[in-house]
Structures are given as structure tokens and as C-alpha cells.
């Protein structure tokens, strides 16, 4: 049996590194945006396309909804155009396998780094029950977002930004003000 | 032209899965090596404390966009074969908006929060639950916001095309932002710096 906990150098009951950021053992950002950029533009020369992330969520919540309601799934095109024609598993989706590999490669580098630890994000100044209150409405405010400007941070921002979309200019700079506009209200749960 | 690559039918759908893989760890590898797994680190750039979101983002695009131009440029790479989005300018203003919004009361975007989950942060995994809840709940008010969905619809564009001025022109205008905005972004984290060692 392997022991999953060993794939993290510390476990929950070890907070002691709660509320502390260690920002210099990362790579350098820039350095790390041009691995990045690299990564997105072999994307384009290989594939014809640019990176993602919100659609692979959109495939699985769709096949959630055909699972548990069919009828009501089969009747929304929201759904449908997660779904396919049928013929196909709808997980056989090129975004869910690039999603899979940012999981794993995520993970990679932190084992390599010894960054991997069961914790919960936050500033010294909340409790772990309010923070994922928060993480929750975030989230939920996120995936409805993403849907709505037809992409998310990578599919939009990165993507559309590298091929200079108005659509993806447009989306990346309204997120900036969003975040900024709201930064102050939710200032207790990291600074 | 001999790229995209899949494009031109170099591999099929079955081998595009794997390529979607090995792409999705090298993605993934550099998020977390710049920190992006860490919903508290990101957060750190709507503080002015940390602006690693900006830096790292702006340099990839901007890296890319080069790219993507010299590799057409040269007669390898055919611009017009690469998909992205349409651009529907309205909702993509309201749903940049919300993101934003999203993003610094949970701490991640759809990208990172899968890094979170990877490296232990269950704050991330809460954050993706709430993720598939707001999905859920745009697809159940979806026929009600079709019709707002579809307005402002202005097609296949960049920004070249919308101003009308030569594309290479644009990517000299967005280098000359980057650095810009890099040199002010470092003069701030600075100041910023400064300021924490005096209190």
C-alpha cells in the first residue's frame, strides 16, 4: 500500500508555516513567463490552438447533469455543446487531458521543490472554516464568469492575449479591475 | 507552411489526448514553479505586495505573441489556422469582471486552482467544488442569458484588425507596455518593501 502521505512534506496538523510566504524559492517570474510563453506558443504551433482550463470543468459538471437528469441535460444547449453527438465519451476531450497534465506536472514540481503540503491558503488574520467559505464563493463566482466571457484566465487572458483577441484584451484587463475593486473587502482573509 | 502541426493532419485525435497531456505538465510544471500553486501568493499581486500574477502573465503572452509572429513571418506557421475565441465584447467585459472578482475572494483561477489541489492546498479543492456549482449554475440560467450572451458579437479579431494598423506595429506598442509596466511593477514592489521594514 503506498503511503500518499509522503508525497507532502507536512500535513495538516503542522501549521506552523500558516500565514508566512516564502516567495524567493520560486523561480524567477520572468523566467518562469517565458517557460510559460514557450509552453503556449508550441501549444499554437502544434496543436492550432492555445491552452485551457475552464472547459475541462464545463465537460465534467455537463456529464454530471447527463448522469443524474438526461432528459434536462439532452434540452440545454449549454450542456449539449459539452456533451458531443454521443458517439464519444464527452471525457475524451482535449482540454480534461491537458487539465489532467497540469495537475500531475503542478504536482512534479512541487515534489521536486518539497512544496507539496496539505494545508489551507490564507492570512493569519481568518479562520480555516471562513476561508473556505470564501474559496467556495470564489469559486462559484469563477466558473460562472468563466462561462459567461467563454473562458477562463488561460483560455482567454493567455490565449487570447498572445493573439492579441479584443475579446481576450478586453476580458484580461476587467479582471485586473475587478480583483483590485474587490481586494480591499476580502483584505482580512490574506494580508 | 508547415504548422499547426495537427492541422495539417501530422497526427490524429487519439494522439492529440497525449499531446494535450505532456502539454497540460509542462503548463502546470512552470505554474507551480512560479508559485501559482499558492492561492495566497497570488493573491499577493491585488495587495501590491507580490505582483508575480502580472509579470508572469504579461511575459508569457508577450513571449508567445513574438513567437507567433516570427514563426509566421518566416512562412512556418499560418496565423489563420490557430483557433481562439470569438469575441463577444460585452460578455466578456461582465464575465472578466466576475472573474476578477472570484479570483481574489477564492484565491485562484481555473489554471492554478487544479496546481492548489495537486501540492495539498484544500482550499483549492474547495474553490474548484464552487467552481463546477457557478458552472452549474450558468448552465441552468443559460437559456434566460442567451440573448445577452450573443450580443455584441464581433467575430474572429484582433486588435490589429479593430484599429486597423499593422500588426507588427501593435506588438511593438505591447513590448514597450511590458516593459514599462515590469519597471513600474518592480519600483512599486520596492516601495512597497520599504514600507513593510519601516512599521
Known amino acids: ?191 | 507552411m508547415t504548422a499547426p502541426l495537427y492541422k495539417f493532419g501530422l497526427f490524429n485525435d487519439e494522439v492529440s489526448l497525449i499531446v494535450a497531456f505532456v502539454i497540460g505538465l509542462a503548463f502546470g510544471f512552470f505554474l507551480e514553479r512560479g508559485g501559482f500553486g499558492s492561492g495566497r501568493l497570488l493573491a499577493a499581486q491585488f495587495y501590491f505586495t507580490d505582483m508575480r500574477v502580472f509579470k508572469v502573465m504579461f511575459t508569457a503572452i508577450t513571449t508567445a505573441m513574438i513567437g507567433i509572429f516570427y514563426l509566421s513571418w518566416i512562412g512556418f506557421l499560418d496565423i489563420s489556422l490557430i483557433y481562439y475565441g470569438n469575441t463577444f465584447i460585452y460578455a466578456d467585459i461582465l464575465g472578466g469582471l466576475i472573474l476578477g472578482i472570484g479570483f481574489v475572494i477564492g484565491g485562484y483561477c481555473p489554471g492554478t486552482s487544479a496546481v492548489g489541489i495537486s501540492t495539498g492546498r484544500i482550499d483549492a479543492i474547495v474553490y474548484s467544488l464552487g467552481g463546477m456549482f457557478g458552472i452549474f449554475v450558468f448552465g441552468e440560467a443559460y437559456p434566460l442569458m442567451k440573448d445577452f450572451l450573443n450580443s455584441g458579437f464581433m467575430g474572429l479579431i484582433n486588435i490589429p484588425q479593430l484599429l486597423d494598423i499593422n500588426y507588427g506595429f501593435v506588438l511593438f506598442i505591447v513590448i514597450l507596455m511590458a516593459i514599462a509596466g515590469f519597471t513600474l511593477v518592480e519600483w512599486g514592489e520596492n516601495l512597497m518593501a520599504k514600507k513593510r521594514s519601516e512599521s
Open chain 1, 1 to 191: 500500500m503506498i503511503n500518499f502521505k509522503n508525497w507532502f512534506t507536512h500535513y495538516l496538523e503542522d501549521n506552523a508555516l500558516e500565514g508566512e510566504l516564502f516567495p524567493k524559492f520560486y523561480w524567477n517570474p520572468y523566467l518562469v513567463g517565458i517557460g510559460l510563453g514557450l509552453v503556449l506558443l508550441a501549444t499554437f504551433v502544434i496543436m492550432g490552438r492555445g491552452l485551457g482550463a475552464s472547459g475541462a470543468l464545463s465537460t465534467v459538471v455537463s456529464v454530471v447533469v447527463d448522469e443524474v437528469a438526461p432528459e434536462h441535460a439532452q434540452n440545454n444547449e449549454f450542456y449539449k455543446g459539452y456533451l458531443g453527438d454521443g458517439t464519444e465519451s464527452p471525457l475524451k476531450d482535449w482540454l480534461v487531458f491537458e487539465v489532467l497534465g497540469v495537475f500531475f506536472g503542478g504536482f512534479i514540481s512541487g515534489a521536486i521543490a518539497g512544496r507539496n503540503k496539505i494545508m489551507i491558503e490564507k492570512g493569519p488574520r481568518i479562520s480555516n472554516k471562513k476561508r473556505l467559505l470564501y474559496a467556495f464563493v470564489g469559486g462559484t463566482l469563477m466558473g460562472f464568469g468563466a462561462k459567461m466571457a467563454r473562458g477562463c484566465t488561460s483560455g482567454q487572458g493567455l490565449t487570447g492575449g498572445a493573439m492579441l483577441s479584443v475579446g481576450g484584451w478586453a476580458f484580461m484587463i476587467m479582471v485586473f479591475v475587478g480583483a483590485y475593486a474587490t481586494a480591499y473587502f476580502v483584505r482580512r482573509q490574506w494580508i
